[in-house]
């Protein structure tokens, strides 16, 4: 999905804003939630997509068997201040935001990750390039397909 939604920001960035909201799901995987508090914690330091790919890699694969120390070996590796990591993710200074990204999600009905939303309505369509240009009144969007899972 990242090389779908690069590739919307290299044509229209500067039409649209992405922003991006954690669903971690952590009655399923507790690790998730914790996922997530990194992911804000490494964007404290302007690395946040880095840290959002490395999670996902490493996440891929241990097919989700992660522990808390993957969080900080993939912190090291995309070069984050250590010192300033670890005091972010063991103080839970992310958990209201990850709160709040969760209890919208649940108010706006998501159940399954990823979903894109374009002018406050879910996109009904894989085709997450065209929807934006039809939103941006750039060009008409193919027929809505349902977006797969």
């Known amino acids: 999905m990242r090389p779908v939604v690069l590739d919307a920001l290299r044509q229209l960035g500067d039409k649209f804003r992405l922003e991006w909201k954690h669903y971690p799901e952590s009655t399923s995987n507790p690790m998730r939630w914790v996922a997530a508090e990194a992911a804000e914690c490494a964007n404290d330091q302007g690395m946040f997509w880095e840290m959002h790919d490395r999670i996902f890699e490493v996440m891929e694969a241990k097919e989700g068997k992660v522990e808390w ?3 900080t070996t993939a912190a090291e590796k995309v070069g984050l201040d250590m010192r300033s990591f670890n005091k972010c993710l063991e103080s839970g200074a992310k958990t209201a935001t990850v709160q709040r990204d969760l209890a919208e999600a649940q108010q ?4 399954s990750t990823p979903l894109f939303f374009i002018n406050e309505k879910p996109m009904q369509s894989s085709d997450i390039l065209g929807e934006l240009k039809k939103a941006l009144g750039m060009e008409t969007a193919p027929s809505a397909t349902p977006a797969g899972r």
Do not use: N, S
């Open 69 to 71: 120390a993957d969080f």
């Open 108 to 111: 706006l009905g998501v159940k």
